[in-house]
Structures are given as structure tokens and as C-alpha cells.
């Protein structure tokens, strides 16, 4: 909450006045928007990223718990079953992830799908068939579909898009056969499902994986090839752009800029307080200049006014903010943060 990270952002403050010990350390689990610039500035941090291919998703669920946990195949029955689903499901999940990075051409409505997601239904699952005597992937694949997985998509034909997918990664029958996913047939399905044996398959795997493996043409690669070089583009503009903080130009050892300092900002706040006017009489200028009919430019007048009061509020709320912020009664915000570096480029 907005609150707890105010008093993070203070503690921050009082620890950087009067130094902690050697030997404390504080950790933090955040989404990332979750914390303050303040915090993230004094922070070494550490990113738990999505994986980007479909190789890389597989070797992250094999090399993690659940899957990565011995006890998890200890099931007395249906073995076979249940690796096989385990390996499916891995797939579906990496699909899901992956068909996101195409756009719309991928799904009709972005899904919020994490790795959560994987490691619930999987334990479900093993729920499921160490319980039961007679279990079929038909029915396995029901449950994926009804309970979990669909819970996260509204649209309907991404429900029909995940049906298929399922289908493919879970057929209705456990065989031997090898069956392939993909027109290269590098992604198919394996005769030995033991952990280690999917973890050296991930690793020969090529980095990225072929549109038609999660049921898309060809011509989806090249689309989501142009989304991704204009991400980049984006970003590489974005870092060289004015006023979007990454000028790491006139830090201090600490790395703190100099617009981020009280005692260098004060004069120029309140300077820039001298130069804003004040509030308008509007009721004083509709005595004066009624509005009517006849007379529109006094409505106009009006108006004006009006919106100049809301201007010069705004103006005065966002120069409050940066004092308040920078005094460390306020959390650091990037509008906060972006005011103080334009006033002090000014």
C-alpha cells in the first residue's frame, strides 16, 4: 500500500542519516511497481523475470518447486499419467505465455497467467490421480480446462484456442509413440518423462520456438519480430530522451542527482512559487461580466478563469509534492521525480 511504502521510504531516509550496522540487511518481495523510486535507488535488486521462449519456460518449471522436488512423483499409482500431464502441462503453460507476446494475433484479451498458475495445477492434479483408481487425460484435461486455466480468460474464442491447445499437448491417450508438436518436430512428446531426462531436452531445444507450436502461422513470427524491434527501438529512445531520469550525469558518489536534493532545490522551489499567480474571483468577475446570451464572451471570460484557478492549483499542488517529497514526508514518485529534474534544467 501507498502507506506502508511511505514508511519504508522514511525509514530508508532516518538509515541513510545515521548509518545501520555492518551486518543489517532488509528484504523486500515486491511486484514491480510495487516500490518507490526512493526505495528501489537505495536497493540492490534482484528481478524474478517471465521467461521469454518456449525453452526457457520449460527449463524454469523442471528446474523449480514443484517439479523440481523428488516427493512430487512419488504417487502409487498411474505414474505415467501423471508425468506425461506434468510434461503437457509445461508445454500449455509455456503456450499461453508465449502466444501473449504475439499481440492480438495471439489472444483476443491479454491473460494474466503466472507461474503460480502451473505449480496450483499441477499439485491439483496429483491430488487427483493419487486419489482416484481410473483417471483419463480426457478428464485431467476437463479439469485444466473448467477450473483453472479458464478462470483467467473471458473471451470466448480464447477458451476454444486453449481447448485446442490442450488437445494437443494432452491427447486422449497415453502411448509411446513419439508425437510431434511442431512441423520441425523438435518439440514433441518424450518416451522417458523422468525430470533430468526433460531438463537436458529443454537445454537442446533452440532458443526461439516456431509460431505453428502454439498453433499460429508462420507469418505470426514476423509479426511479433516487428513488436519486438519496436519495443527495442522504444527503450534504446527512451534511454537518450530528456527528462526521463536515465541521465546519470552530475550524481554523486551515491548516485543521487542533484534535483534530488533538498538543499539544492529549496531556492529554485521557491522561487518557482513567486512566479505562480494567485487564485481568480471568479464570483467578483460574474458580478461584473454576468453571463447571458447576448453576451458570450463573458461565459467565455468565465471559463478561462476557471480553468486558470485549476492550472495555478495544480502548479502549486505539484511544487508542494516535491518539497514534501524530498523532505522525506512523501514517497518519490516519477511524475514527482520527473517535475523536480524539469525545474532544475529550467
Same mark, same amino acid.
Request: proline content about 10%; hydrophobic content about 40%.
Given at each position: 500500500s501507498e502507506e506502508w511504502q511511505e514508511k519504508v521510504s522514511s525509514l530508508l531516509l532516518g538509515m541513510s542519516r545515521t548509518p545501520p550496522h555492518d551486518d543489517f540487511r532488509l528484504?523486500?518481495? #515486491? /511486484?514491480? #511497481?510495487?516500490?518507490s523510486k526512493h526505495v528501489c535507488r537505495h536497493s540492490m535488486r534482484v528481478v524474478w523475470?517471465?521467461? $521469454?521462449s518456449a525453452r526457457a519456460n520449460l527449463l524454469r518449471s523442471y528446474s523449480t518447486y514443484p517439479i523440481a522436488d523428488p516427493d512430487l512423483y512419488h $504417487?502409487?499409482? %498411474?505414474?505415467?499419467? /501423471?508425468?506425461?500431464t506434468i510434461f503437457g502441462l509445461c508445454l500449455l503453460h509455456a503456450a499461453v505465455l508465449e502466444r501473449g507476446a504475439y499481440g492480438s494475433t495471439?489472444? %483476443?484479451h491479454s491473460t494474466e497467467v503466472e507461474e503460480y498458475d502451473l505449480h496450483y495445477c499441477i499439485l491439483q492434479v496429483r491430488e487427483i490421480v493419487q486419489d482416484m483408481e481410473s483417471v483419463t487425460l480426457k478428464s485431467l484435461r476437463q479439469l485444466i480446462s473448467d477450473i483453472m486455466y479458464a478462470g483467467?480468460? @473471458? +473471451? &470466448?474464442?480464447?477458451?476454444?484456442?486453449? #481447448? @485446442?491447445?490442450?488437445?494437443? /499437448?494432452?491427447?486422449?491417450?497415453v502411448s509411446s509413440r513419439r508425437v510431434a508438436f511442431s512441423k520441425d518436430t523438435r518439440y514433441c512428446s518424450r518416451s522417458n518423462l523422468s525430470a533430468q531426462h526433460i531438463l537436458d531436452y529443454a537445454i537442446s531445444? &533452440?532458443?526461439? @520456438?516456431? @509460431? +505453428?507450436? /502454439?498453433?499460429?502461422? +508462420?507469418s505470426a513470427d514476423d509479426e511479433r519480430n516487428q513488436m519486438l524491434s519496436d519495443a527495442i527501438i522504444a527503450s534504446l529512445q527512451g534511454l537518450f530522451s530528456v527528462g526521463e531520469g536515465f541521465d546519470e550525469r552530475g550524481a554523486n558518489e551515491e548516485g543521487i542527482h542533484p534535483w534530488m536534493e533538498l538543499a539544492t532545490m529549496r531556492p529554485v522551489l521557491e522561487q518557482a512559487a513567486k512566479h505562480v499567480p494567485g487564485a481568480h474571483d471568479v464570483a467578483k468577475a460574474r458580478?461584473?461580466?454576468p453571463p447571458s446570451s447576448d453576451e458570450?464572451?463573458?461565459r467565455l471570460l468565465l471559463q478561462e478563469l476557471q480553468g486558470r484557478n485549476i492550472l495555478t492549483h495544480v502548479i502549486r499542488a505539484s511544487l508542494s509534492g516535491v518539497t514534501a517529497a524530498l523532505s522525506g514526508d512523501a514517497v518519490v514518485t516519477p511524475e514527482i521525480e520527473a517535475t523536480a529534474q524539469a525545474l532544475f534544467r529550467a
Open positions: 528484504w523486500i518481495t #515486491s /511486484f514491480p #511497481s510495487g516500490l523475470e517471465t521467461p $521469454v $504417487v502409487p499409482k %498411474n505414474k505415467t499419467l /501423471f508425468r506425461q495471439g489472444w %483476443n483467467k480468460m @473471458a +473471451d &470466448p474464442h480464447d477458451l476454444l484456442t486453449l #481447448s @485446442a491447445l490442450l488437445r494437443t /499437448f494432452l491427447p486422449n491417450r531445444l &533452440p532458443t526461439a @520456438a516456431p @509460431a +505453428d507450436l /502454439f498453433g499460429l502461422s +508462420d458580478e461584473r461580466f458570450h464572451r463573458h
